[in-house]
Every structure is written in C-alpha cells, then in structure tokens.
C-alpha cells in the first residue's frame, strides 16, 4: 500500500501475466488429457492451424474438453475469490465458502430448484442465491452481537451451518425417489462434465460483473482488513461495502454451486499460496486469484479425471485431499 | 453386377432415415446403423439377443450378459456415462433408456449430432415392444418377431399353470440389504410377482420403498426372495438374520431364496426366465415332476 501507483500498476501487470500464463497452461493441459487419450500434440497442430482436421477430434476438444475446462476455471476462480473475500471481511484466514456453510446453504436452494424441476438457469441458480444468503445472514447473526468476531467463534458457527445444511441435504435426498436423486447425487459430488458451451456462457455472464466489482473494489478491501475504525477512518462506508461485497460473493458462490456442485475447500489454497508469495495487498492478489484459482481448479479436475483407471472420480474428492490437509496445517500453526 | 453391389453399399452409407423413439422423439439415423453404443446392460442384452452384436462398438459397464459383451469398449456406468468415450468411438446410433441415463447427457449427444434412440420399457408388454423397436431399427424385424414369439409363448405357459392354484402367496421381494429395500406397484418386479401367481407384500406408489424389519414381520410374507449383485457369504448372512424370526411364515417353512438380481431388474427376454424362476418359488407344487 505503501508503494506509488506507477510501481503498483508494473507489479498488478506482471502478476496479472504471469498468473494467466499458469493458467493458459492448465487449460492446454486440461484440453489435451481426456478419456478417450492424450492428445496434446494434436492441440498444438490444432492452435498452428495445421494437421488434417479429424471432426471427432475437434468435437471432443473443443465441445466436450473444453467447456469442462472452462467450468472448471470459472468454478476456481470464484471459489476462490469466495475465499480471498471472506477471508478479508471476517479478519478470519481460515474462512472459506464451504468451510463457513455458504457453499452448503446454495446447494439446499440449488437441490431444491432441481426438485421443482426448473432450468439451471436462472431458476436453480436463483433458488442457489437465496439458500447462500439466508446461510451468510444466520452465520453474521451467529457471530456478532456481543461477541466480538473471534477466530474460533466465526469457524464454530461455520461448522454448525454446515452441519445443518448436510442435514437438510440428506433430507432431501432421502425423500426422493424416482430417477433425480441420481442427477442430483452425481451434481452434490461435483461434477462438471456435463455441461456445454451455452451454459458455460451463462456462467461467465454471472461471474465477469462480480470479479469486475472486486478488482474495483480491492483496496476498500485492503482498507477493511485493518478493521471498521480504521476503514471509518478513511472514510469507507463500511456498512455499504460490507453488502456489496458479501452479496456479490453470494451471487458468485450460488452460481458456481449450481452448475458445479459442492466443491470444497477451494477457497482456501489459493488466497493462502498468494498471499505468500505476493504479499497482502488485494489489487494485485483479485486478479491473482481469479487466474490462479481457475488453474488450480483446473488441474484438480485433471486429476481427477485422470487419476482413476475406470472412470472418473468427482473433482470435489481431490480438492477436499489437497484443502482440507492445508486447512489442518493452517490450524495448527495458528495456535 | 460389382457396380451393383457398390452403389447398392454406398447408398446404404449415406441414406438416412427418420425415426421416432419410443419417447416420441423424432431423430435422424442412417438407414443401418453400424457402429452402435448401448447406453445400459439391458440394451446390450437386447442388442446380443437380436444377433446385432457385430454392430456394437460400445457399452457400458455391468454389461455381462452375454460374456463376450463384457469384452466391447465400455463408455462408463449407465447413470454416469463418459462423454468423451462415447464420441471417440464414432458411434452412429446410441440407443439409452429413459430411466437411469441422465437427460443432460441424451440432450448433449443431440447437440453433437449423435442420435439417442431412448426406450423406456416399463413391464414384460413394453420390453416385448421394446424389442419389436429397437428390431425394426436394426432392419432385424424378423429376428425379433420371433423373440417376442417365444416369450409370449414361455408366458402363457406360466400363466395357464399359475391359474390353477389356489392361493396367492405373500411375497416380499428383497433387492436391498441394509436398508431393507423392496420394489412396489410401479417396477416390473412387481409385475412379475403378480403375474406369477403371488401377491405383493410391498406394493404402493412408491417404487422401492424402505422398510424396518419391524414392518417385515408384520406383513407376515409367505415367501421372501434377496436379490442382490452380493456373494454368497451375505446372502448366508440375511438369510441367518431372519431365521431369528420364526413367526414370519416364510421362515418357518424355509422360503428364503437368493436369486440373481440380473434375472429380475433387467427389462430384457431374460425376464421371462425369472418369472418363470418366481412362478416356481411362489407356487412349487404347481410344476411338481416338471424339469
């Protein structure tokens, strides 16, 4: 914060680049691996232009890899967004969608659209919003009031959301019986290979104003970290900010939830590896974070997709293996 | 007469044919498919049954029946299929089921332009017409008027037998362990049951309804059928389980069976085999001296 905006502006610049080249890689990575074989020369004939165009190669690229990878990126990239946003507003480094329940609470609204039986969109993305606010409002009532937002109070409160939104899930997935439960027991695990080019469309339609809204609002968020008096100081609207923020990371959450499933843990990874390597100012770890995060996504469902000799495991599994032990270390260390 | 035979085989590439599925869906085919993917084991029966199984480059995993089906490309489970499978392997018909084959994935292979022929068999009438369908869209007709021949056939047989008896047993048919589930009015379990001269302790409007063990004894089943992909070590198992209950009628008089659940939950000719199968569990004394 300290530095002058033509040295802010070079290193955005150059973390922005260099995060989108990690991320342009995963996405040739990810659209070379497949099922039916590796095919990562035949990508790179593909992007020069040349070699014969085989039609069943060219769909199975560009119609059915490549929107995953990009459902993937773009459930990344907010996911981890999420995280970095939280992480900030709660003065919490350990809060993260899934971990506090909003991911949970849009995946009862999202269930519930399923039930209904309407669209993806915007009728289960709409019921996903509303179940990921009403979580987001019992979890800021849990913890303020008298109690000021103490460390291990905000995750407590997380964790019994959570649990209560598992409860419902099972709930309703015990209630149902016909051929849905398969789609939406699939859909819970995380699965994002099934979805197509229009959808993803959508998607980014949702997601591009939110990330846009917070890289405008990046150093607000920096100003907030440092807590309500000093923002106050500043002359920060903080009660203002505070709704913009948490109601865009809604809307972003419950849309990726609702074309992706509950992947959790995403939220954690990537805010925590930036920071350490970029320090904490948020004009450069938003855009950080979006590439950034859509490559770790990406390369989780790689493995996922990759991994397991007969089929395909949900992404969520890996990201879970790899977040959950690094919320474990995280937790430990900070005691 | 070379020339003949070449215009005659190019023709049969390229023309097409228009067809309606037994959803109502209308789709665009060539005229004779050949390079075809069965979206679920019972199609892949179905398929074998109808001597097609030369046209099929793929099917999914559990299809084991024939066992030379087991040995074709596998394009992932029925309910979780592999995308990305199914259109590298060139497929010019893919013929799935309404239940069990997730709707975004049909609706994704129209969008790729690889047709999706879905039926949607619900008892032994629709599987019999299921095979007519799916055997006028192989150009098999023949073949298949003859299969449905031989189980009507095979079916009147049971039917005529089952009349003369003079109860209806209670039957409570097991297809899960833990929970206990079992089947009700709407699955063709519950068809074959009746059909088979027995009455359905589970029937209602929900199609596998949950039960206590509790409720079990209540029911008061004459005749109790486990039908499991499980081994025979646990079969061992549940049956030991309700032997501790003598007051159940089918313990007391030893009516446990185990069968395989291939028999019963897959809507192919194979059906008939376990209602034949059921007919004899439910009423032995009516095939008595019979092979």
Redesign the interface.
Do not use: C, W
């Given at each position: 914060m300290n530095q002058t905006p033509p040295n802010l502006l070079k290193k955005i610049l150059i973390t922005t680049v260099v995060a989108l080249m990690f991320f342009l890689v995963t996405v040739l990575l990810g659209i070379s691996i497949?099922?039916?074989?590796k095919t990562l020369f035949s990508v790179f004939e593909w992007l020069a232009g040349k070699g014969d165009a085989d039609p069943?190669l060219h769909?199975?690229i560009w119609?059915?890899?490549l929107p995953r990878v990009l459902l993937a990126a773009m459930v990344g990239a907010s996911l981890s967004m999420g995280g970095l946003v939280f992480q900030a507003l709660l003065r919490n480094p350990l809060a993260e969608p899934y971990i506090l329940g909003i991911s949970g609470g849009a995946a009862i609204g999202a269930i519930i659209g399923i039930l209904l039986g309407l669209a993806r969109f915007p009728g289960v993305t709409l019921f996903a919003f509303v179940g990921s606010c009403a979580t987001l409002a019992l979890l800021l009532m849990m913890t303020s009031g008298s109690t000021i937002l103490r460390k291990d109070s905000l995750l407590l409160s997380g964790v019994m959301v959570n649990a209560f939104c598992s409860a419902l899930i099972m709930f309703l997935v015990s209630i149902t019986?016909?051929?849905r439960l398969?789609?939406i027991i699939?859909w819970l695990m995380g699965d994002l290979?099934?979805v197509?080019m229009g959808q993803t469309g959508i998607l980014a339609g949702i997601l591009l104003p939110c990330f846009i809204v917070f890289f405008l609002l990046s150093n607000t968020l920096n100003l907030m970290v440092m807590g309500k008096e000093s923002a106050l100081a500043m002359g920060i609207n903080v009660q203002v900010m505070n709704i913009i923020l948490l109601v865009s990371t809604s809307i972003m959450i419950s849309a990726s939830v609702s074309y992706s499933g509950l992947i959790g843990f995403v939220g954690l990874v990537m805010p925590h590896l930036l920071r350490l390597v970029l320090g904490s100012d948020h004009r450069v770890l938003v855009p950080a974070c979006i590439f950034g995060g859509g490559g770790y996504m990406v390369l989780c469902d790689l493995l996922a997709r990759a991994l397991p000799r007969?089929?395909?495991m949900p992404a969520g599994v890996v990201t879970a293996l790899i977040g959950a032990s690094l919320f474990i270390y995280l937790l430990k260390r900070a005691k | 007469m070379i020339l003949l035979i070449a215009v005659v085989s190019l023709q049969a590439v390229t023309a097409e044919k228009t067809v309606t599925d037994l959803l109502g869906r209308e789709l665009v085919v060539t005229s004779h498919p050949v390079r075809i993917i069965a979206l679920a084991p019972s199609i892949t029966e179905i398929v074998f049954a109808l001597e097609q199984e030369n046209r099929l480059v793929g099917v999914t995993?559990y299809s084991d029946f024939p066992e030379a089906a087991g040995r074709l490309p596998?394009v992932?489970?029925y309910?979780?299929l592999?995308?990305?499978?199914i259109?590298?392997l060139?497929p010019d018909l893919c013929i799935g089921v309404k239940?069990?084959n997730?709707k975004?994935?049909v609706d994704?292979l129209d969008?790729?332009d690889i047709p999706v022929y879905v039926v949607n068999p619900k008892g032994l009438d629709s599987v019999m017409q299921t095979l007519a369908a799916i055997g006028g869209l192989l150009d098999v007709q023949a073949k298949a008027d003859e299969l449905i021949a031989a189980m009507q056939l095979r079916i009147d047989r049971v039917e005529q037998t089952v009349q003369q008896a003079e109860t209806r047993p209670r039957v409570f048919f097991q297809i899960g362990i833990s929970p206990i589930v079992s089947v009700g009015t709407p699955t063709f379990i519950h068809e074959l049951i009746v059909r088979a001269g027995g009455r359905n302790v589970a029937e209602g409007s929900?199609?596998?309804p949950r039960y206590s063990r509790e409720q079990v004894l209540g029911m008061q089943p004459d005749v109790i059928v486990i039908t499991s992909m499980a081994r025979f070590a646990i079969f061992q198992q549940v049956k030991s389980d309700w032997e501790q209950w003598p007051d159940i009628p089918a313990v007391k008089h030893g009516r446990i069976f185990m069968q395989d659940s291939n028999l019963f939950d897959r809507p192919t000719p194979r059906l008939v085999a376990g209602l034949e199968l059921l007919a004899r569990l439910v009423h032995p004394e009516l095939f008595e001296g019979e092979p």
């Open positions: 497949g099922s039916s074989g069943m769909t199975i119609q059915i890899r019986q016909d051929a398969h789609n699939f290979g099934m197509g007969q089929g395909e | 995993q596998k992932g489970s309910v979780n592999d995308l990305e499978r259109v590298s060139r239940d069990g997730p975004d994935v994704r969008d790729l929900f199609a596998y």
